[in-house]
């Protein structure tokens, strides 16, 4: 497809489980990020990929959060013990340069809820 | 991040203009202003961004005042299409920058038929 992919787009889980959730980015775009948005709230940032180095992990809110992008292409966020904080939308965004100009294309994100 | 702020709401009527206004006092020079909007069930998408200059594009127009201290987009018609939340941001273009984007609460903009 034209756009950026994410699947699922519904998961939910039971409390404790771990998730994966995946991201085809445009094909070609260097750059790879992560966003959480909760309900009513921005997206918050949560990591950066520029092709298969993650270059900043900032925002992953605690070590039961991690991402990958082994290819330079495909990534996945996976999420151990999952947690009812948990619930949101992770949304995916790549754009195709390394640096700070370009625009970012967003997927239409993956909603997690735990139960 | 230099922080940007917004209204939380704002109310339009169908093909009448809309003025979606953003301060960012503590801008620095490498900043640019991006927008992008959310639509509902949506992923944000790109809208516009300027740095000094006033930019126009197909969907939009950017006011940016002289001192880069606030911005103004504007929608010449709004459509119901419209209707999303908007978000201003100050994107750094810095060497060393990978431009991540900080997102605030945005303005919900409420287009009536």
């Known amino acids: 497809g034209a756009g950026v992919s994410q699947s699922p787009r519904y998961k939910v889980a039971k409390r404790g489980q771990d998730v994966a959730l995946r991201c085809d980015p445009i094909?070609?775009?260097?750059?790879l990020f992560w966003y959480q948005q909760a309900l009513g709230q921005g997206p918050e940032f949560l990591t950066y990929f520029q092709n298969e180095a993650q270059l900043d992990k900032s925002g992953l809110p605690s070590d039961r959060f991690f991402a990958e992008r082994p290819e330079g292409s495909v990534s996945t966020l996976k999420i151990q013990r999952t947690q009812q904080e948990d619930s949101a939308v992770y949304l995916c965004a790549s754009s195709l340069g390394r640096g700070s100009t370009g625009e970012l294309f967003f997927g239409e994100g993956s909603r997690l809820t735990v139960l | 991040d230099a922080k940007t702020t917004q209204p939380n709401s704002m109310e339009s009527n169908e093909e009448e203009p809309v003025h979606l206004p953003c301060n960012h006092s503590t801008i620095s020079g490498t900043d640019y202003i991006h927008w992008y909007r959310q639509l509902p069930s949506q992923g944000p998408e790109y809208v516009i961004h300027g740095l000094t200059s006033n930019v126009n594009n197909r969907m939009a127009s950017l006011a940016i005042a002289e001192d880069r201290k606030s911005s103004t987009l504007i929608l010449h018609r709004a459509t119901l299409r419209d209707a999303a939340v908007y978000y201003c941001i100050l994107r750094d273009a810095g060497g060393t920058s990978y431009g991540k984007l900080t997102f605030g609460q945005g303005t919900i903009l409420t287009v009536h038929p």
């Open positions: 094909s070609g775009h260097v750059s």
